[in-house]
């Protein structure tokens, strides 16, 4: 799965960004994350809104998308994002997803802190990426920032310089940087820092965590997965961790955001006497239990001691078979007819308990 971590949601008019994602899911992408840069702190921003595409727009990306890949036409499951119609069963439909991202630009190291679990705007973006503009903002995003992904201006020289201890050790905690690879196709000064930077960076982290995005805002800086690789090649990447830097790593990235929105989970306050009278319930409703346990325990003893009462009554009728045949022998007729019905009451006894 094709990834894309940074596509600019600048443009307000919905058929610009209708444009640019048909465009993505013609080169080959199939995940979208929609980039909100703010250059303060996060207070009300919101995510930008999925964008919907009509049944023929789907079509047209589909057919084009397959006219790119070179291969057969097959169909494509259902539309992840909003339709404004049905689509026959057998018609092929665009499928691309479509996620939420926010960059803060970071100037001062104490306002890492406001990155945590407390800000609740956070919570609506499935990826958080800080871009940090000095030395001591990157050092403390490295070591103590809870995001995602760390984004890294190459349209420009760096202010700092890469340190590889600080490299290692926002990877041992989870984060990815971010590469884009837009800087790259701007002008000659831009392109010329971008791979002076661009080669530092991979080298600094050695194929490991590294994403490439394109970070465009119109179709015109959008380019397929296979171009993205050999955009990479020139950084120095192999074409392995190429495509492992638009595939694996983007994925690892939103799983890391998954993970990092469930660990910091909503808890309940409560007061001592609600939490008193929880634990009243909770107790009275194990006493119902463990008594309906004890009950059924109850009726199988009762059973028990049932059998084990015929079983009593069975044995005294057999010892009072052996006395009436004892006394048949010495007696006359009358007795022997007496122990023999005897022995038929006990057995009828018997069949009426079982």
């Not at 790593?249 to 609600?274: D, F, N, T, Y």
């Not at 006394?327 to 023999?340: E, I, N, P, V």
Request: with cysteine.
């Amino acid at each position: 799965m094709n990834v894309d971590l940074n596509l600019r949601s600048r443009s307000a008019k919905p058929r610009e960004r209708q444009a640019l994602l048909m465009r993505a899911y013609e080169l080959g992408w199939d995940t979208v994350i929609w980039n909100i840069q703010v250059n303060e702190k996060i207070t009300t921003e919101k995510p930008a809104e999925t964008v919907p595409l009509d049944i023929r727009q789907t079509r047209a990306a589909h057919q084009q998308r397959v006219l790119v890949a070179r291969s057969e036409p097959q169909p494509v499951p259902g539309p992840s994002c909003a339709s404004s119609g049905s689509a026959k069963n057998n018609s092929p439909a665009a499928s691309i997803r479509q996620l939420s991202r926010v960059t803060v630009v970071l100037e001062d190291a104490l306002d890492v802190h406001s990155l945590g679990a407390g800000n609740d705007p956070l919570r609506a973006f499935d990826i958080v990426a800080v871009r940090p503009t000095n030395a001591r903002a990157f050092s403390a995003v490295c070591q103590s920032a809870d995001i995602d992904v760390i984004s890294l201006d190459m349209s420009r020289r760096l202010p700092f310089t890469l340190n590889r201890k600080l490299v290692d050790e926002a990877v041992r905690r989870g984060l990815h940087f971010e590469l884009c690879y837009g800087a790259l196709l701007d002008s000659a000064a831009a392109r010329r820092e971008a791979f002076n930077g661009g080669r530092a960076l991979v080298q600094c982290l050695r194929g490991r965590n590294l994403v490439l995005s394109s970070g465009a805002d119109s179709a015109a800086g959008l380019r397929g997965p296979q171009d993205t690789v050999s955009l990479a090649n020139v950084l120095g990447l192999h074409s392995g961790a190429a495509r492992a830097a638009i595939q694996a790593a983007p994925m690892a990235a939103i799983k890391h955001g998954q993970l990092r929105q469930q660990r910091h989970l909503p808890m309940l306050l409560l007061s001592k006497a609600e939490f008193d009278k929880r634990s009243v319930l909770q107790k009275r409703d194990q006493c119902s239990s463990r008594a309906g346990a004890d009950a059924d325990s109850g009726c199988g003893s009762a059973k028990r001691r049932r059998t084990d009462a015929a079983g009593h009554c069975n044995d005294d009728n057999k010892d009072s078979d052996s006395s009436g045949d004892s006394d048949c022998s010495s007696a006359s007729t009358q007795g022997s007819a007496a122990g023999m019905a005897t022995q038929h009451k006990g057995d009828e006894d018997y069949l009426d308990f079982r």
